[in-house]
Each structure stands twice: as C-alpha cells, then as structure tokens.
C-alpha cells in the first residue's frame, strides 16, 4: 500500500509499505483523511521524538473499519469512527488512577499517513450525525484543545488569551468558547489566521509582533488580567510573559511544543502571592468521547484549507511549513469516495 514515510532528516515522501494485517484484538481501519500536525514537523526537525526513522507518520486520523482480527466484535466492521492515536491499556497502574495519557503500556497508532492502519477498539470514537469523515480526522487535536481547557477548569464567563493562533490555537479558541468563556483573545503573527479566528468565534485577534499583551491584560475584566492563558505557540517570550498577563488566582495553560533545552524562569512569588497555577496538558487523554460528541463544534470546513493525496504528501508539508496552510490533511487512497459519501 502507500504511506506517507519519513526516511530521517526533514522530508517525508510517499512510498510502499506492506499493508498491515489485524492480530488478535485488533481492527483493519481504511483511513479516509489524516491531518498534518504540527508535531509531525517537529518529529521531521528531531524536536519530538518517536523513535529512529524510516517511520511511517500520521495521528490525527477518521476511517472506515473494513475488517477485524481474532477476538474483535465483528459488528464495528463498516463503522465510520474518528480515531484516537494512543489507546491505553487500561490495566496498568496509571490507567487505573484515571490517568490514561500516562499508561504504562499503550497501544501506539501513529502511522495514518497510509491507506490502512491497525487500532483497537478503545481507540474507535463513532462519529456523531452530521460529521463528515474530514471534520472526524480533527478529533484528536479537538480532544487535545478540550482537555487543556478542561484541565484549566475553565468556567462560564472567564475571560481568555490563546498565544498561538494555529490550528490548535483555534480549536483551544474554539473549546474556550463551548466551555462558555465570554471573552477570548488570539494573539497570532498571521494575518488570514487572525480573520479566522474572529469568523470562527474569538471576540479578539491581535497581531503578537505588535500588540501590547500586558496593557491589553490590565484592560481585561474586573479583575485586570486574564482568567487563563494558553501558550500554544511554543514560543519562549511568549511563555515568559504568560504568567504576568494573568490575574490573581489565575491559570496558565503549556501546550506548545519546546525543545528539551528550553527553560524559563519563573518568580515564586508569581506563584504565591498572586497565586498563579502553572500546568502542562498533552494530548486528548480521557477527554476523547466528550471531544467526539462536540465534534460539530470545531467547524472543520473553515479550518481545513488544503486536502492532497498521498503522492503530495511532500508539497504539502512545504507548505505547512512556510505557513500557508492552516489545516492540512492527507486524503489517501480510496479516502475520496468514502468521504464523498459521509460528507
Ligand atoms: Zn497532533
Ligand atoms: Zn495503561
């Protein structure tokens, strides 16, 4: 079959790889759309490691289970499922704690960039009445926005920052808003992710190279300062700032991506006197099955900008990178018709 392989170094191109075949518990899922991370671009730059290459990539993934193994329920086969990467093995000391993300033993399905890939069936999420195959291949980053707002307990009537107004800036944006924020402000560089985070709900976009993020602070709510700010951005200044754009009692959110290397100082005093809580939040974790059945609230029309075949797997990383896309997504093999039909 075809995959979309990462041979080591920055690229990734389309190959053959032998078509995986379903063991024991586990589920054939004919992938239909597969979005582009901005993960796996950290994975081609050696900023997030999965292992040596070649690998075939691809997490964020919707299908079609066409056939299952030995011990697998055979009503799933045909099923239109948006799918979860990591599937927890749910007997180890962490999954029992309630603290699936940190299993022990999970079961990685990383490797969607291809026409069929295995899962199991704890990973399945049946899409909800009126998600198209397209929209379900945004699950797992949804999951992941929703989990950092969750894990934020932000409430109704809080008012927000998003630092990073890519595509998981926009669906933290987005979760912000279903959670009931009455206020959320992107701070974003680009100017066509600015406009769409306003068309897709944000009260407020900014430029971060201009906009003065502490007067912007000081001017916000009651209590001058924003309720919670997530840093999506990965971007170091912006990190360091973060907890002084809070107010007191308030909640900063890491979920961009930094290098092993990176530290920032932090006051203690930011943390006591102010009573500030700092907290990290990675991937979707327990909050897949709320994120599946909000899935119409992500809007993956406006969201997804660009959908190629597996053969231009290459060119559309490029234009990842050089931040012309805003959700991109590989469609590979008979994606096209199954889509159509979901659509
Ligand atoms: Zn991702
Ligand atoms: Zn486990």
Request: aromatic share 4%; glycine share 14%.
């Amino acid at each position: 079959m075809k995959a979309g392989i990462w041979e080591g170094g920055g690229t990734i191109s389309c190959g053959e790889v032998e078509q995986p075949q379903p063991g024991a518990g586990e589920l054939l899922v004919e992938i239909a759309y597969c979005g582009v991370c901005g993960t796996d671009l950290h994975i081609l730059d050696g900023k997030f490691d999965v292992g040596p290459p070649p690998q075939v990539l691809g997490h964020e993934a919707s299908g079609v289970v066409v056939a299952g193994g030995p011990e697998t329920d055979p009503e799933l086969i045909g099923r239109a499922v948006g799918l979860n990467p990591i599937g927890p093995c749910g007997v180890c000391v962490w999954c029992r704690a309630g603290h699936p993300t940190h299993c022990r033993n999970p079961y990685y399905s990383a490797s969607a960039y291809a026409e069929y890939a295995l899962y199991r069936p704890q990973q399945l999420f049946p899409l909800p009445a009126g998600v198209s195959l397209p929209g379900a291949a945004l699950l797992e980053p949804w999951a992941t926005a929703l989990r950092a707002a969750e894990a934020a307990r932000l409430r109704a009537g809080e008012n927000v920052l998003v630092i990073g107004g890519g595509s998981l800036g926009l669906l933290v944006a987005s979760a912000a808003r279903v959670l009931g924020a009455a206020t959320v402000t992107v701070s974003e560089p680009r100017r066509r992710n600015r406009e769409l985070a306003l068309a897709r709900g944000a009260t407020a976009a900014v430029d971060s190279a201009e906009a003065d993020l502490a007067a912007l602070a000081a001017a916000t709510g009651e209590l001058r300062g924003f309720d919670v700010v997530f840093e999506v951005a990965g971007a170091t200044a912006a990190l360091e700032q973060a907890p002084a754009l809070l107010r007191r009692g308030g909640r900063l959110v890491v979920l961009g991506v930094f290098g092993a290397e990176v530290t920032v100082p932090v006051a203690p005093t930011q943390l006591t006197d102010r009573e500030l809580t700092i907290l990290g939040s990675f991937g979707g974790g327990g909050s897949f099955g709320r994120a599946a059945s909000l899935l119409s609230a992500v809007d993956a029309a406006s969201l997804v900008t660009a959908v190629e075949p597996l053969a231009g797997i290459a060119e559309l990383f490029g234009r990842i990178r050089a931040g012309e896309e805003i959700k991109g997504m590989i469609q590979p093999g008979r994606g096209e018709s199954v889509g159509a039909q979901q659509a």
